[in-house]
C-alpha cells in the first residue's frame, strides 16, 4: 500500500472509532506523538491512548487534505465542531512507525465540554 492509502484506512478506522483497527495499522514499536500531549510509545499504548481518548468525546476526522512524500503521508483535518489539526504520518512495509499530530488542546476540552486540569502551585509567601 501506498503511504496515502494506510492514512485513508486510518482515517475509516479512526472515524469508526475501532481501536483494534487502528492499532493494527502502527508497527510495534511505533511512536504517536500529539504534540499537546506526551509521546506514546508501542503499539499496545498506541491502542490504549485511542481508548481512552474515544470513551472521552466523540471524535470524527474529516479530511480536507492528503499529501503524499515519499514514506510520507500528511493530513490536514477539521472536526464537525470547528475544530482544526493536521498530522504527519511517516509509514514503512504499510505500518505507521511515526506519527505527530498538532491542534489546540484547549479548544479541543471547550468544544467537547471536557474539564482541563490545572496544576497550580501556591506558595504561602504570595
Known amino acids: 500500500m501506498t503511504p496515502r492509502q494506510v492514512l485513508e484506512k486510518w482515517?475509516?478506522?479512526?472515524n469508526r472509532a475501532d481501536t483494534e483497527a487502528l492499532s493494527n495499522l502502527y508497527?510495534?514499536?511505533a511512536t504517536n506523538h500529539q504534540v499537546a500531549n506526551e509521546p506514546i510509545i508501542g503499539k499496545e499504548a498506541?491502542?490504549?491512548?485511542?481508548?481512552?481518548e474515544f470513551a472521552k468525546a466523540e471524535m470524527v476526522c474529516i479530511s480536507e487534505n492528503i499529501f503524499e512524500d515519499g514514506d510520507?503521508?500528511?493530513?490536514e483535518?477539521?472536526?464537525?465542531?470547528?475544530?482544526?489539526?493536521?498530522?504527519?504520518?511517516n509509514i514503512k512495509d504499510d505500518k505507521i512507525i511515526f506519527q505527530r499530530g498538532?491542534?489546540?488542546?484547549?479548544?479541543f476540552h471547550k468544544l467537547h465540554n471536557i474539564p482541563l486540569t490545572v496544576?497550580?502551585?501556591?506558595?504561602?509567601?504570595?
Open 11 to 14: 482515517l475509516d478506522a479512526f
Open 27 to 29: 508497527s510495534d514499536d
Open 46 to 52: 498506541i491502542r490504549q491512548m485511542f481508548a481512552t
Open 72 to 75: 510520507w503521508a500528511i493530513l
Open 77 to 89: 483535518w477539521k472536526d464537525p465542531k470547528g475544530l482544526r489539526g493536521c498530522g504527519f504520518f
Open 102 to 107: 498538532y491542534w489546540d488542546r484547549l479548544s
Open 119 to 126: 496544576l497550580t502551585q501556591i506558595t504561602a509567601d504570595k
